[in-house]
């Protein structure tokens, strides 16, 4: 059993999520969690429900050595509520959406990435009407929050309990 999952979340689930998700299970890898880590991706909305995520988002991983082309884009449901110990909203709209519809008992696990992986609140914006430099900069956003997130959770003691006070 691993011992935290964590499922990253924007609009769509085309570019920063799945963005998100790809450069944590490389970076969790690389700090020998893998086994301990599970994560995943998905949108508020539904709107791009089983489509690859955006070609530039698969384009910037590549360069850094991930691999995106296989995820598929979904809707946060009511199962994530129960599966995951923290739902990380790329932004405050995010996040506000998600806590809408999550159960009491879950929204103390939603949080905006910036806030949980980096102490600093603000929000990683959405690429999508921009070029490939706006993916470059969200790319090196997600992976410093990805960095310290998988440092935290390294050195705490998280377990599946959903415990995330030591990760804050």
């Known amino acids: 059993m691993n011992d935290v999952s964590v499922l990253f979340v924007c609009l769509g689930n085309i570019c920063r999520s799945p963005l998100a998700e790809g450069v944590f299970r490389h970076i969790v890898a690389q700090h020998g969690l893998a086994g301990r880590v599970t994560t995943d991706s998905a949108g508020t909305?539904?709107?791009?429900?089983?489509?690859?995520?955006?070609?530039?988002?698969?384009?910037?991983?590549?360069?850094?050595?991930?691999?995106?082309?296989?995820?598929?884009?979904r809707q946060i449901n009511r199962r994530d509520f129960q599966s995951f110990d923290l739902i990380l909203g790329m932004d405050s709209s995010n996040v506000a959406n998600i806590r809408r519809v999550a159960p009491e008992e879950a929204r103390g696990r939603v949080h905006l990435f910036s806030t949980l992986t980096l102490g600093k609140s603000f929000d990683v914006p959405d690429p999508y009407y921009g070029d490939a430099s706006d993916f470059e900069r969200v790319y090196h956003m997600i992976s410093e929050g990805c960095v310290s997130l998988a440092e935290m959770l390294k050195s705490s003691d998280m377990s599946a309990s959903g415990n995330t006070s030591s990760v804050r």
């Open 45 to 73: 909305g539904g709107w791009h429900t089983g489509e690859a995520p955006d070609r530039r988002s698969i384009a910037v991983a590549a360069q850094y050595g991930i691999d995106l082309s296989k995820l598929k884009a």
